[in-house]
Structure formats: structure tokens, C-alpha cells
């Protein structure tokens, strides 16, 4: 009887190991494509902000500066912040691989 018992109480173990709800991977591919999509649209929004007030690639407009060009605030699908950066330069995001493969994909 003992034993059933801990057979039981193992498996319930592993039925909620297997049933609880992990983090997303932030170094999946599609989570690196769409935050590189979402790093791109900023930085398209940094050329029109730029374009309209007369700002050089040195000047670094805040993400406020930018929601007009855009529709809302795109965030990062891992849970990484983006930083915002002068319009020269790409924006970048918390998560290192997300970065790597923006401008992995800005070279082509």
C-alpha cells in the first residue's frame, strides 16, 4: 500500500513539473525575428522623426518622440528592453541574441 502511494505521489510530481508554465526562451529564432522587426520599426521612426525636425544622425529622440510614427510602443516579445540610441546607430535590446541577429539581418 506504501508503496502505491509513492508511486502516486512521484507521478503527480511529474505531471506538475511537465504542467507548470516556463518562461519564453529568448534565444528562439522567431523571438529574435520579431524583436528585430520591432528594433527595425523604431529605428525607421528615428529616420522620419529626424526627417521632420531637422535632427542629425547624432541626435537621440525618446521613445515619446517617436509614437507618432508608430502604433504604440512595440515591446520585446522575450521581455527585453530596448535603448533607445542616436538615429546613426541601430536600437538595440537587452537580450544579446536579439541584437545579433538584427544586425545580422540590418548587414544584408
Known amino acids: 500500500m506504501m508503496k502505491n502511494l509513492l508511486f502516486l505521489a512521484f ?3 511529474l505531471v506538475a513539473a511537465c504542467n507548470r508554465n ?3 526562451d529568448p534565444k528562439s529564432e522567431e523571438q529574435s525575428a520579431t524583436c528585430a522587426a520591432r528594433l ?21 529622440p525618446k521613445l515619446d518622440d517617436l509614437l507618432t510614427y508608430m502604433r504604440g510602443a512595440p515591446a520585446c516579445p522575450s521581455g527585453g528592453a530596448y535603448t533607445m540610441t542616436p538615429v546613426g546607430q541601430l536600437t ?7 541584437n545579433a541577429y538584427y544586425e545580422k539581418q540590418a548587414d544584408k
Open 92 to 98: 538595440t535590446c537587452s537580450i544579446p541574441e536579439h
Open 22 to 24: 516556463t518562461a519564453p
Open 11 to 13: 507521478i503527480a510530481c
Open 40 to 60: 527595425r520599426l523604431i529605428d525607421g521612426a528615428k529616420k522620419l522623426w529626424a526627417d521632420k525636425n531637422g535632427k542629425t544622425t547624432n541626435d537621440t
